[in-house]
């Protein structure tokens, strides 16, 4: 076998492969032999099939055969023996073996550019504090009493006011003909609390218990109904009665039923080391992200076109299926399909520059992912997808997406790597006004 490796690009080879006659029969033969002895064939004992009544019977399946196994051991050699490793589909061009002609085929596939490694040991980072305010928690407070609330109807002849309820049957209209699925009976409004459109809050809050009216609202372009996004529509209500929460005081009998607390202090306790370890966790993953996008904002190298291709195209497909989640369509986004595309490419471009660094730094520091770790992965993205782990397991392997999980895996223990040997200084959170 002879072979010529040509650099289409950076992250492109081309091999062209010449096989001469003489292994083009001994690949055949070996085939022919394999097929002798496992092969069955009435009127002969198993393995005693001449050669000449195999090839007749098998000649299509054995050539086919042959070419497969051939080719599949020339990659190996070859690509091992010159430290090559594809992570792209390997593409071959080739036709099938003929007993006394030479074999030649190409095959194609991309490669990880090479590219200096920057300094990613002892870096410097900010790390903003976990703290939790009081405010926080009194919020905590708030919503646990009002779950212990009781609703009783107010004296006072008057409409509702932010953080009361009013009790309504509303619907709505459009050019005369009801809206389906916009309309309720008896519902318990709370108001001010943004669980439905301003302008119909702002109307229910002029009406008393036992007065209808209607008014047109606008609903908004983000419009969880796609259909009525940017439109006008009639709203008739009634409001049947104005309520309010009485909610009890805040006590160890009351958080003991609510959430079985044992007291007011070892609730705000609780809750508190909760949200304290919520917040460490995310302070400290934007502070990774910011360290490992600054290594990466200093490299330039190109990028594998099919990996590329496929993080471009997953990108999209996740913007597409969340605005579905929401109700929306994909032509209430606003933008075509390649729009879209271009406004996902900046940031695929870094997802897939950011994979190869630290899939670079893995292997430089000798990091490693084992078996269990990637069924640990599996198992997780069954219970986020609420499917079986056989279902899950299935569908990763059928989809070859097990290796790019495992680069996923590998990637993330890179950017530990690198954190946990950076220089993290602790900083004072940064409010909200000042954002």
Do not use: C, W
């Amino acid at each position: 076998m002879d072979f010529n490796i040509e650099e289409v690009s950076a992250v492109e080879r081309e091999i062209k492969v010449s096989v001469p006659a003489e292994e083009v029969g001994a690949a055949l033969d070996a085939t022919v032999a394999l097929y002798k002895v496992q092969t069955p064939v009435k009127g002969f004992r198993k393995g005693k099939v001449p050669a000449s009544v195999i090839q007749s019977k098998y000649k299509k399946q054995i050539i086919s055969e042959a070419t497969t196994d051939l080719i599949n051991y020339q990659i190996n050699d070859i690509l091992n023996g010159q430290s090559l490793v594809p992570v792209s589909k390997i593409d071959v061009d080739a036709k099938e073996l003929v007993r006394g002609e030479d074999f030649n085929y190409v095959i194609k596939f991309e490669i990880v550019p090479e590219f200096d490694t920057p300094g990613y040991l002892g870096l410097s980072v900010d790390e903003e504090r976990a703290e939790v305010s009081e405010d926080e928690l009194k919020d905590v407070e708030t919503r646990l009493l009002q779950s212990m609330a009781k609703i009783a109807p107010i004296e006072e002849d008057r409409p509702a006011k932010d953080g009361e309820l009013a009790s309504v049957t509303f619907s709505a209209e459009m050019d005369g003909e009801p809206i389906p699925g916009v309309q309720a009976d008896n519902f318990d409004l709370p108001i001010g609390e943004g669980h439905s459109l301003e302008e119909f809050e702002e109307f229910v809050k002029t009406l008393k218990a036992g007065e209808s009216g209607e008014t047109d609202i606008t609903f908004p372009e983000d419009f969880i109904n796609s259909d009525l996004a940017g439109k006008i529509a009639t709203m008739k209500v009634t409001v049947h009665a104005v309520k309010e929460r009485k909610m009890p005081e805040l006590t160890d009998d009351v958080v003991k039923q609510a959430g079985g607390f044992e007291s007011v202090e070892k609730m705000r306790e609780i809750v508190k080391q909760s949200y304290t370890a919520n917040r460490k966790q995310l302070n400290k993953s934007a502070a990774q992200t910011k360290l490992i996008s600054g290594i990466v904002g200093e490299l330039d190298f190109p990028l594998p076109p099919s990996i590329m291709e496929d993080r471009l195209q997953r990108m999209v497909a996740d913007v597409i299926g969340r605005a579905e989640r929401s109700g929306k369509s994909f032509e209430s986004l606003g933008k075509s399909m390649e729009e879209l595309r271009e406004e996902q490419r900046p940031m695929a471009e870094e997802s897939v520059r950011t994979e190869i660094f630290l899939l670079n730094v893995a292997k430089r520091e000798e990091l490693s992912v084992e078996p269990q770790e990637v069924e640990g992965a599996l198992y997780q993205i069954a219970q986020q997808t609420q499917q079986d782990l056989s279902s899950v397991k299935s569908y990763y392997e059928e989809n070859n997406l097990i290796v790019p999980l495992k680069d996923r895996l590998l990637a993330d223990k890179a950017a530990e790597f690198i954190y946990e040997n950076a220089d993290v200084t602790e900083i004072d959170p940064v409010k909200k006004d000042a954002e």
